[in-house]
């Protein structure tokens, strides 16, 4: 009998508990990215208080920067609905991937 087999579990939890779930934090960090980057986030701050569609005609400058910041603060505003409902589904995934094996083991001991 080889040495490996009695770490066994002990492997399989250090994975299951440790390996796992950093790999899928750092998964949903990826994809968090890329969500702030399909929403270009990052040029809808830097550009917040410039007119819309660069219009700076005589007259139109205030009227554009007003109907700029509106637009933009919608857009800002939808993307921190859809990011906040992303994070709640990526808590939920790794909440339940972490009790998993647990609720397994429980209802296999139940006999439901």
Same mark, same amino acid.
């Given at each position: 009998?080889?040495?490996?087999?009695? #770490? =066994?579990? #002990?492997?399989?939890?250090?994975?299951?508990?440790?390996?796992?779930? =950093?790999?899928?934090?750092?998964?949903?960090?990826?994809?968090?990215?890329?969500?702030?980057?399909?929403?270009?986030?990052?040029?809808?701050?830097?550009?917040? @208080?410039?007119?819309?569609?660069? +219009?700076?005609?005589?007259?139109?400058?205030?009227?554009?920067?007003?109907?700029?910041? @509106?637009?933009?603060?919608?857009?800002?505003?939808?993307?921190?609905?859809?990011?906040?409902? =992303?994070?709640?589904? +990526? @808590?939920?995934?790794?909440?339940?991937?972490?009790? =998993?094996?647990?609720?397994?083991?429980? #209802?296999?001991?139940?006999?439901?």
């Amino acid at each position: 009998m080889s040495m490996q087999y009695p #770490l =066994l579990p #002990l492997v399989i939890a250090k994975f299951w508990y440790l390996d796992a779930p =950093l790999g899928l934090v750092s998964y949903f960090g990826s994809v968090n990215g890329s969500f702030a980057r399909l929403f270009s986030l990052g040029l809808l701050f830097k550009t917040f @208080f410039q007119p819309i569609k660069n +219009e700076y005609r005589q007259g139109l400058v205030g009227f554009s920067i007003g109907m700029g910041i @509106f637009i933009k603060s919608i857009l800002i505003s939808i993307f921190l609905l859809c990011f906040l409902f =992303l994070l709640v589904l +990526e @808590f939920l995934f790794l909440f339940s991937f972490i009790l =998993l094996p647990i609720f397994s083991v429980v #209802l296999f001991f139940l006999n439901i």
